[in-house]
């Protein structure tokens, strides 16, 4: 390893510079003293005297001061020669061992970085959401997660997205949800019993008698979308409008069009992660919390979700899972929805660390910002092990380009599980939500929504 880095070093520019016309480290002889002038007084010739015999170093003050500097730096120079030439020899042998073992040379020598789409068409729409969604963050604008919604889904769908659809969706479902309130003899000023009613709206078959008509309007509940509910064959899945559109979504949309919902009619609901999850809380006057799943229309108390088994000790310490989040909180994590949508379109580069530094600047808790964190790095490595040849993880250590990324993203997975996160298996996650579907309809699961007659 050592003669690797004497190659990088030599690579980097590491050489003796000269500094003023000198060469650093080559003395220079200052101007020889004069002897003393001894007073000629005259009084008494002084007798003539033999010169006593003593011995003259070869360099003495018969030499001249130019000589010597001049095989100095002679001396000087045939040692940089030499080194030069062990440099090179060092490099040759180098590039054959790293020839040798399938490597790219110049990339494991040079620092590589990812791609960058930035100039592609289409990124200026997700450069505009994240810079729309961070003058939420810092107050330059109104925090809206209907309007985050919408820049990250506008810029996925390359601008072409009605807003006035989308937001005469969103006022007819509030104004249905309002009008069930004044039917049901509710209090509008009661934000679990409005948060109730959305639940009711979008989990059970909702009907409503029209005012002035003999009809009855019927709004068939939504349904869990449950053939790839994580976007990995068709990303559209992830997407709020998709759920609008087709009365189907998943854990992350079905949340979000609840909250979007709240926003619109004054409900009070709060998103909460749990592993590869999402659901709503929400509280009575006693500030008693309630977990609203909207994939199975289930009403679960925490400790549902803290036995299962991927929901860690130190996550729950740390605040990552089963915290009810602000509207801040939830706007930003709109951010970390944004670069995966981005991801999907293009790929990954550097748009993808600028989403989460984001997040994290705003919400320090954000165990899905971290998230990204760890797949930005790993992806990273990925790439730089692809660009430079590397196969192996014995490979690694002799290429210092990919080692650099891969102790990088070894950091941050590190980090990442020191928090408390757990990776859990897509398979085991779909038996946990299957179990939360069969307890839905037990009596402890449905009572708040009883209390309100709603079902």
Known sequence: MAKYLAV?????????HRISGQYPGVPVMPSAPK????????????????????????????????????????????????????????????????????????????????????????????????????????????LSLKDAVFLVENAYLGN??????????????ASLCQAKIKQLGLDPEDPLAQSMVLFHFMTDTFTLKLVGREKTLVHLPMQYDIEGPGGEEDYSKLLVTKLMATNSGQ??????????????????????????????????????????????????????????SFTKAEALRNKLYLEPMTLKQTVADMLVELAGAYINRYGVDGFMAECYNTVLQHDPNNIRAYILRNNYYTASAIYVAQRTGVTSREQIADCPSANRMYQLAMKYKEELFAMGFEPMPRELYQDWLKDLIEKKDKPENQRLKLQYIIK
């Open 160 to 173: 072409a997205l009605s807003y006035s659809d989308y937001t005469n969706y969103i006022r007819e479902a």
């Open 251 to 308: 854990c992350a949309t079905l949340p979000r069009l609840f909250l979007i919902l709240a926003e619109a009619t004054g409900a009070e609901g709060f998103l909460c992660h749990a592993p590869l999850h999402s659901f709503i809380k929400v509280r009575d006057k006693e500030g008693y919390w309630y977990n609203l799943e909207l994939t199975s229309g289930g009403i679960y108390q925490d400790q549902q979700y803290m036995l299962h």
């Open 35 to 142: 002897p003393a002038t001894f007073p000629q007084y005259g009084t008494f010739p002084a007798p003539a005297s033999p010169r006593p015999n003593v011995p003259q170093p070869s360099y003495g003050y018969g030499a001249s001061i130019q000589e010597q500097n001049a095989r100095q730096m002679q001396e000087m120079q045939e040692h940089q020669r030499q080194q030069q030439m062990q440099n090179q020899r060092l490099m040759q042998e180098a590039v054959r061992e790293l020839e040798s073992k399938g490597l790219d040379v110049v990339a494991c020598m040079t620092f590589v970085r990812l791609p960058d789409y930035s100039s592609s068409p289409g990124t200026e729409y997700f450069r505009n959401a994240l810079t729309e969604i961070g003058k939420m963050l810092t107050g330059e604008s109104p």
């Open 8 to 16: 990088f070093l030599f690579l980097s520019g590491f050489a003796v």
